[in-house]
């Protein structure tokens, strides 16, 4: 496309441009993979060799007990149960509070598309609103409903503040994507006879497949990675693995056994980190939608 | 195929059922979005509303409606040293993050975009840090940047003796690792989002400009730069109110430390609301902070939710 | 008896009027085109009769019944759309046969029925597909069979073929004719193609800002107009609407047009509407189609009054059939329809014929027809 004097130095300069080019990108990626590659490479360790070895050095003695102890024996606080319970308590958390969120999600996003009422811009204005505020500021009332609903604690008081907290981004979602939805589609079904909920189930849910994927993913992971609700409001029995793990790694009893730490942050990671691997498109899809665009 | 009695019958019995059924299909919609919306009236706007409320009040450990300082809390808010901190912190964190992330997510999007082999492979790799938690993401960096087992630590041996990064244990510099670990986790998010933007570009408007002859930098900084307008806001919103929101992040790293030099004020309420007692004041420094994210989203929202009805 | 009936129908959204007091009626078996441009609330209308749009006041009525408040899968109707809207996750016959499946008609009967409509519209050997795997034209037939097994009272088409390519709209307009011949069911078809209402109506109804202008006839319609409006709209190439002035001379009046750097033109109008009188000395406009201003020949034998001028040609547009040629009357260009071979050149004067007969007189305040 250039008409340069010289086409062998314009030749040349593309050669040298594309090089920086690449150098840059692979100096960026080193950046973005370096912490990760110190994490699962030192959980691979045993403890004396991250005292004296280097943290960027493979494992010259290769050991998963990093893994097995933190996954069932470290010092949680103050029991020695390792991250599993924790684990399982962020997935009975995770999956009721996904599985609501998204369902009344989508049927928020079809009732504000499809069955428009005077003030529904006024209503979804507010719900969308309502992904914005800093949670601090509903910690102190939730605490107390919380407790006076008898769930302080419990999974399921979690699971409600989860389902609450994403309906914004979940109605967002599904308002968006179906805002594109034929409405004429919607009228012919009126015509057919088909009821309101007939029109959702047998319309609207058929198409709905990469929303939904993309709703499961952002709530998955934005409740899975959750830290501040878990620290307000777990108990005990009900503590997520983000909670768990910070118990862990700032456990002051004992020495720090930095190759457990590890592992324990890639083990709390691990669940995210799949979903990204497999569903990378619909995850960045996700994120782009969360971006109001749309 | 005209019609016949036969059909014409059966409608005009079902009228007779018609009243209660039709109001019941008219009422359906609203009726399935009540729930939720009642429940973010309630848990948003209602628990927005008792937090302000409490704001006013002497309440200390528990919420204690019988005292009331009108605006005293925010007296003492901002007469509080930790908290004329906190908003320094948010201060640099905020321009730092927001403009390394928007200045680094455009680069690689525009370097990315190049026609690269191994687009596919280098893209997923600037993008995985969004799937970690801002707190795994405050642990790893944490380790990486400490003097006695991360950076530092691999200068030494390797021989570079007077190497010296312990930023993370130094006050004045502390905030700046927690710029550092932020980026890493968000700006190829923001990446993601230009190469959309740039993707989406007429392409014809670019061989347009060609044949004007505008060298790449040009076509670049004089065209397709400022179509990113949108992606630009959009990027500046979603960043800001991460940003003011940033709180798991400073906890895994350094809890504010050290002393009080990376305190923000997410994490100035939460440990005047549960760690010192002092329940109005960490609800005044919450107001506060919502007032700062609704500065900037209410006027984005506005106008996207304007725009969407026009289109 | 008229078999659909609209009485005063008002449609509001908040403070905005769609429809302003509309009232039309068709008898059974007509075939009633809404027509109009964009945002006149023809759409509306429809989607008002189908029950998808409540009205604010006023009364619908379909086979003597009152609908006003039937939901539209009781109001016996069916409609195809102008993007089809045929669902995409089902397959054709799965598309065809939904209505009756709400309604719970046993499968033997559902599978006899779609077999019915398959054959009738020559979609049998798409059955199995799903609508993305069909082309425009095919996917409209499916449409068209969705509206057919219903076998309603009124047929509604909301611009069916407003996406389909410039000949296959043709071949699907003399479809949708045929079709209509054949069952004779009372159609209401919204369009914004004045041809295809001229082609497909009996009865026209054009709509502007919500207001009905005119309803009639598809002749009377293009004949009669009763307004600016309707004659601009109707017609292809338009009608001309040459602002001109009335005089008198002795007993007759006669109609006046300037000309740019020429001497004015003057013709006398010979049997003259009644109200035409009273526009003596002033300002009228005059509409001729382009078919009434003819090359001498060429004009209309059965014409009981012509008038014939010298005017200067400045375009000459062959179009294979016909020959227009512009010349310029009182500061417009106005369109004359030639035979083929006549031979015009422009920038030559050449004589042409107005069949007066053919011509109206509009009043330039209320732009309504002068009679």
């Not at chain 1, 604690?153 to 309906?167: D, E, F, P, Q, R």
């Not at chain 1, 006879?193 to 029109?199: E, L, M, N």
């Not at chain 1, 499961?216 to 997520?240: E, K, M, R, Y």
């Not at chain 1, 768990?244 to 324990?264: I, P, Q």
Request: glycine share 8%; with cysteine; charged share 15%.
């Amino acid at each position: 496309m250039s008409a340069a004097p010289s086409q062998d130095n314009a030749a040349r300069t593309g050669i040298i441009a594309r090089a920086v080019i690449y150098s840059l990108l692979i100096l960026f990626a080193v950046y973005y993979l370096l912490p990760l590659y110190v994490m699962v490479v030192n959980s691979l360790k045993p403890l004396d060799e991250i005292r004296q070895g280097q943290m960027l050095d493979l494992p010259s003695t290769w050991t998963i007990e990093p893994w097995l102890s933190a996954w069932s024996t470290a010092q949680i606080g103050v029991s020695p149960t390792g991250l599993k319970p924790y684990f399982l308590n962020s997935i009975l958390m995770v999956v009721p509070a996904v599985a609501v969120s998204t369902l009344l999600g989508a049927l928020n996003g079809y009732v504000l598309t499809k069955w428009r009422f005077r003030g529904d811009n006024m209503v979804f204005g507010l719900m969308l609103l309502a992904c914005f505020i800093p949670f601090q500021i509903v910690l102190i009332p939730s605490a107390r409903i919380l407790g006076e609903l008898g769930l302080a604690g419990t999974v399921t008081g979690l699971v409600l503040i989860h389902v609450v907290y994403g309906l914004g981004f979940t109605t967002l979602f599904f308002r968006n994507y179906y805002e594109a939805f034929p409405t004429e589609l919607v009228r012919a079904a009126q015509i057919d006879g088909a009821s309101f909920f007939q029109i959702f189930r047998r319309i609207l849910l058929p198409s709905s497949g990469p929303i939904i994927v993309v709703t499961v993913i952002w709530q998955f992971t934005n409740i899975w990675n959750d830290f501040l609700f878990g620290a307000s409001f777990a108990d005990f029995d009900s503590i997520p693995i983000t909670v768990a793990l910070n118990n862990l790694v700032n456990s002051s009893t004992g020495v720090k056994e930095y190759n457990v730490h590890f592992a324990g942050a890639v083990l709390a990671a691990l669940p995210t980190l799949v979903v990204y691997i497999v569903s990378g498109r619909y995850f960045v899809r996700g994120l782009m939608a969360g971006a109001v665009k749309g | 195929m005209t019609q016949t009695q036969a059909e014409i019958v059966p409608v005009l019995t079902q009228g007779a059922d018609r009243g209660a059924r039709e109001t019941l299909q008219e009422w359906l919609p609203k009726l399935v979005l009540a729930p939720s919306f009642a429940l973010i009236l309630l848990f948003v706007y209602g628990f927005i509303l008792f937090t302000a409320v409490l704001s006013f009040t002497g309440s200390k450990l528990l919420p204690d409606f019988s005292t009331w300082v009108g605006f005293g809390n925010y007296v003492r808010l901002f007469n509080h040293p930790n908290w004329i901190v906190s908003l320094k912190n948010l201060a640099i964190f905020s321009v730092l993050y927001i403009a390394v992330c928007t200045v680094l997510g455009l680069g690689l999007a525009i370097l990315l975009d190049q026609k690269i082999r191994g687009e596919g492979f280098l893209r997923p790799i600037y993008l995985y840090p969004m799937a970690l938690s801002f707190f795994v993401t405050g642990v790893a960096w944490k380790w990486f940047l400490d003097p006695s087992i991360g950076l530092e630590h691999v200068m030494h041996t390797w021989g570079w003796e007077s190497f010296s990064f312990r930023w993370i244990k130094e006050g004045k510099m502390a905030i700046y690792t927690i710029v550092i670990a932020a980026v890493w986790q968000s700006s190829g998010f923001v990446m993601a989002m230009f190469l959309a933007g740039l993707r989406g570009v007429d392409n014809e408007v670019i061989k347009a400009a060609q044949i004007d002859g505008a060298s790449t930098v040009m076509i670049y900084r004089r065209i397709i730069i400022p179509l990113m307008r949108p992606v630009f806001l959009s990027a500046f919103v979603v960043l800001a109110h991460l940003a003011i929101k940033s709180y798991d992040l400073v906890v895994a790293m350094t809890d504010g430390g050290p002393g009080t030099a990376t305190w923000v004020p997410a994490l100035f309420m939460q440990k005047f609301t549960f760690g010192r007692n002092e329940m109005a004041m960490g609800a005044s420094s919450a107001i506060i902070m919502m007032m700062m994210i609704f500065s900037i989203i209410v006027p984005y929202l506005y106008s996207e939710l304007r725009g969407g009805r026009r289109s | 008896m008229s078999f659909l009936q609209i009485q005063n129908l008002e449609k509001s959204f908040g403070a905005t009027r769609i429809l302003k007091g509309v009232t039309l009626e068709i008898e059974e078996g007509g075939f009633l085109v809404l027509v109009g441009p964009s945002g006149c609330g023809k759409s509306t209308l429809l989607n008002t009769i189908a029950g998808l749009e409540p009205i604010t006041s006023g009364e619908i009525r379909i086979g003597g019944r009152r609908v006003n408040d039937l939901h539209p899968s009781k109001r016996d109707i069916a409609m195809v759309f102008q993007s089809y809207a045929l669902y995409p996750n089902m397959t054709v016959a799965q598309n065809i046969a939904f209505g009756m499946e709400i309604r719970g008609v046993p499968k033997p009967e559902r599978d006899k029925a779609i077999a019915d409509v398959a054959s009738l519209l020559q979609i049998g050997h798409l059955l199995d597909r799903k609508p993305s795997q069909l082309s425009g034209g095919q996917r409209q037939r499916v449409a068209m069979g969705r509206a057919l097994v219903r076998d309603p009272q009124v047929f509604l088409f909301d611009e069916p073929l407003s996406n389909l390519d410039a000949k296959l709209r043709i071949d699907m307009r003399t479809e949708i004719k045929r079709l209509h011949q054949r069952m004779g069911t009372t159609i209401v078809y919204v369009t914004h193609d004045q041809i295809e209402a001229m082609t497909l109506a009996t009865k026209i109804a054009v709509l502007k800002d919500g207001i009905l202008q005119q309803f009639g006839t598809p002749a009377e319609i293009y004949n009669n107009p009763v307004n600016m409006f309707v004659a601009d709209f109707m017609g292809s190439p338009a009608m001309n609407l040459v602002p001109a002035t009335i005089g008198g001379n002795g007993s007759g009046l006669t109609v006046n047009f300037e000309r740019e750097g020429r001497p004015p033109v003057s013709l006398a109008v010979t049997d003259p509407p009644s109200g035409l009188a009273g526009f003596k000395g002033k300002k009228v406009v005059f509409g001729v189609r382009p078919e009434a201003l003819t090359d001498p020949d060429g004009a209309d034998r059965n014409a009981s009054s012509t008038a014939t001028a010298d005017l200067h040609i400045e375009v000459v547009e062959p179009a294979g059939s016909d020959t227009f040629a512009v010349t310029n009357l009182g500061g417009k260009g106005v369109v004359a329809r030639l035979r083929a071979d006549a031979n015009v050149q422009p920038g030559t004067v050449t004589p042409l014929t107005f069949n007066l007969t053919k011509t109206v007189f509009f009043d330039p305040a209320t732009e309504n027809r002068i009679h």
